[in-house]
């Protein structure tokens, strides 16, 4: 089990459909995260919040909007998905940004999303 | 890029064999990491070594560091089915992971 929790963990969605992704951490940490992975590549990071505040946005399309409600949740809200968007949506958890010391990172096991 | 760049890109062993997968990077590091995945799971964190160390041990695991060449290895000792995975190394940005291009082990029972 991961301390992580991401729901749901498969998402079919129409191009039109507005959808949301939940991510949960009761570890107290500081940091969240989103990545996107493709099948047999590795994860590519999308948003990071710290403190609550998003601190890096890695240049997404506005059809995906992150949002950090409080410390221990973390939703990416969806809508006008393209086909290409289909992937594996990873969100993370650190004490702290991971910066010059190298914070793990704890992940949940991701939300499979098929878009049709 | 900062991104790692692993070697092999897949390996394929029998039970009890020793796996080494290698990472090789471009810039300046203060740490890396490696991290495994199961199929359809997310990425746990396995080890991490410092700029200033040149080898660590963690279980079966032993991961070294070669700055001067920009490499890192991990060494998976006694294989178990159990590890079957991909092993990604990730270096550290500004506050944040890049993540290699990763290796996926077979071990065959």
């Known amino acids: 089990d991961t301390e992580v929790t991401q729901t749901p963990k498969h998402l079919v969605m129409g191009m039109t459909n507005k959808k949301s992704l939940k991510c949960e951490q009761h570890m107290g940490h500081r940091a969240m995260y989103w990545y996107k992975q493709k099948a047999k590549k590795p994860p590519e990071l999308m948003f990071v919040?710290?403190?609550?505040?998003?601190?890096i946005n890695e240049s997404v399309p506005s059809r995906f909007s992150p949002e950090c409600p409080n410390s221990s949740l973390l939703n990416l809200h969806l809508h006008a998905l393209q086909p290409e968007d289909s992937a594996l949506y990873l969100c993370a958890s650190s004490q702290a940004t991971v910066g010059r010391t190298g914070q793990p990172q704890h992940f949940g096991d991701g939300t499979r999303l098929s878009i049709l | 890029s900062q991104q790692g760049e692993e070697d092999p890109q897949a390996l394929s062993i029998q039970e009890g064999e020793n796996a080494t997968m290698n990472c090789s990077y471009k810039?300046?590091?203060?740490?890396l990491q490696w991290y495994r995945q199961n199929s359809g799971r997310g990425l746990v964190h396995l080890i991490l070594?410092?700029?200033?160390?040149r080898e660590k041990h963690s279980g079966r695991l032993r991961v070294t560091l070669d700055t001067s060449k920009k490499s890192s290895s991990l060494l998976i000792t006694a294989s178990r089915a159990a590890d079957t995975a991909s092993y990604f190394c990730?270096?550290?940005?500004?506050?944040?992971?890049?993540f290699g291009k990763g290796t996926m082990l077979l071990v065959s029972p």
């Open positions: 919040y710290s403190y609550e505040k998003l601190s």
């Open positions: 990730a270096t550290i940005g500004y506050s944040t992971l890049t």
């Open positions: 070594i410092r700029s200033n160390e």
């Open positions: 810039t300046s590091i203060n740490n």
